[in-house]
């Protein structure tokens, strides 16, 4: 499985896709958040990482801070810089708005859809293209789309920025808003080209080790640097190995993933389309250098 051309999706694929998304939020809901969106670690951690960034402008802003500059988005730009803000003023044009559920969800959703495209790519029915999803499009159109969906002005569309992370998800809610979003992909005609993160840097690492293995190094350094990648690379296999595997024998690592690794994305994949994705299982052609 050799990847062809990689091109970005269009903007109005992308735009269509995103809809659909929306569309789920409020089934998704249900599921993942049955005692309602603000009670889940989600929405808490979101929260939390914007009183961060809040409690850290204020100790820019306190009287004994050595500077009164921060490198933040200006939230209004009518309000003096030498007065303090408070926290719904401070961001009150970040994506998604504050305490709003359905956009709060719509975000982390569109935040997998970059996911499934971080290492692996898309194709299509008829077309020899390998396709993925790229961050600023999707910045820019999850506004748009909550703009045409009446859930924002034009005027805060227009100056609004995404500045906070995706929190992770649990297993199971992974699983489930992954096996949405391959719904919504199957029904615009696109596949999944399954690459693994993990065996990327592996062979990466691989590479790595036989660059410094035949340059001109002192002995020492030489061995302190292949010493180390090879840790690297065992750390990686330390969660599925539970006998020793050379970490340089790539054959022997494709099998050892074959045999312990899952991943939610083949598993959610497989679950709407009933069949494995391109690139799964793993094969060692796929992946040698």
């Not at 696109?190 to 693994?196: E, S, Y």
């Not at 969660?239 to 020793?244: A, C, M, R, V």
């Not at 994305?265 to 250098?289: Q, S, T």
Request: charged share 25%; proline share 6%; aromatic share 14%.
């Amino acid at each position: 499985m050799k990847q062809g051309k990689i091109e970005k999706l269009t903007s109005s694929i992308v735009l269509t896709i995103l809809q659909k998304v929306y569309d789920s939020v409020s089934k998704v809901m249900q599921t993942i958040a049955p005692l309602g969106w603000k009670q889940t670690p989600y929405h808490q951690e979101m929260i939390s990482y914007r009183k961060m960034l809040y409690d850290d402008y204020k100790d820019i802003k306190s009287p004994h801070s050595e500077s009164n500059t921060i490198n933040r988005p200006d939230p209004e730009q009518d309000i003096p810089w030498n007065e303090e803000i408070d926290f719904e003023s401070y961001f009150l044009i970040t994506f998604p708005p504050l305490y709003h559920d359905h956009l709060e969800l719509f975000y982390i959703l569109a935040g997998l859809l970059l996911q499934i495209t971080a290492d692996s790519t898309l194709y299509g029915d008829h077309d020899g293209y390998a396709y993925y999803f790229d961050e600023i499009q999707i910045e820019e159109l999850v506004i748009e789309i909550a703009y045409r969906n009446k859930q924002i002005e034009k005027e805060e569309a227009n100056l609004m920025l995404t500045i906070c992370p995706c929190p992770p998800l649990d297993d199971m809610d992974l699983l489930y808003c992954l096996e949405t979003l391959f719904t919504i992909l199957k029904k615009q005609g696109f596949h999944l080209n399954f690459w693994d993160y993990e065996l990327l840097l592996i062979t990466d690492l691989q590479e790595a080790y036989q660059h410094i293995f035949y340059q001109d190094l002192h002995y020492v350094e030489k061995e302190q640097q292949l010493g180390q990648i090879q840790s690297d690379i065992q750390q990686v296999l330390e969660q599925y190995d539970g006998l020793k595997v050379d970490p340089l024998h790539l054959p022997s690592i494709i099998a050892l993933f074959n045999r312990r690794k899952i991943s939610p994305l083949v598993l959610a994949y497989l679950h709407v389309y009933y069949r494995f994705p391109r690139g799964y299982p793993y094969h060692h052609a796929d992946y040698e250098p």
